[in-house]
């Protein structure tokens, strides 16, 4: 497998993804495909009640990108986007849904909506890196523009 060159930025390396999927394999997967294909490091938690109890501890973190599993106990993974994105520290954060159920008209209608990429289970690795790659992609993209519309600092 190659590694992603945006992956393996030179500050990657200090840089998270969070991913939150209840289910314990996918998510061990998820951690040892991301820690080894690319140089960003993982947080994994079980469910969205527990993210939300994490919040300012994720402000800290600063993850980069959100991995979502969309049917998490208690909570879809759009509940917890927007949960999530109501937070300042988070409202630029990119997201990816990945879900072993077969979507629906309204689900992709509201996925596209927010901008997140929606990936079904079971995936491909080299699918799942594309995703992460183009994610970053647009979350650089978006800094950029907000970073040009700025002022200069004096």
């Known amino acids: 497998m190659k590694v992603i060159a945006l992956l393996t930025a030179p500050d990657a ?5 969070l991913v939150v999927e ?4 996918t998510r061990d997967f998820l951690d ?19 993210t939300l109890e994490r919040v300012e501890e994720l402000a800290a973190i600063q993850p980069v990108l959100f991995i979502f599993d969309f049917q998490l106990p208690a909570m879809t993974a759009l509940h917890l986007y927007d949960r999530l994105h109501g937070f300042k520290a988070f409202e630029h954060i990119p997201a ?8 629906t008209p309204e689900m992709e209608s509201a996925i596209r909506a927010r901008g997140l990429e929606l990936l079904p289970k079971p995936f491909d690795v080299e699918d799942l890196l594309r995703c992460i790659e183009q994610a970053l992609q647009r ?5 950029r523009a907000a970073n040009e519309g700025s002022p200069e600092p004096i």
């Not at 209840?22 to 394999?25: G, H, P, R, T």
């Not at 080894?36 to 994994?44: G, H, K, N, Q």
């Not at 979350?139 to 800094?143: A, I, K, P």
């Open 22 to 25: 209840d289910y314990e394999d």
């Open 96 to 103: 990816i849904i990945i879900t072993a159920i077969t979507p």
């Open 13 to 17: 390396h200090q840089r998270t993804i």
């Open 32 to 50: 040892v495909l991301i820690n080894t294909e690319t140089s960003y490091r993982v947080l994994s938690i079980a469910d969205g009640d527990e």
């Open 139 to 143: 979350r650089l993209q978006s800094t």
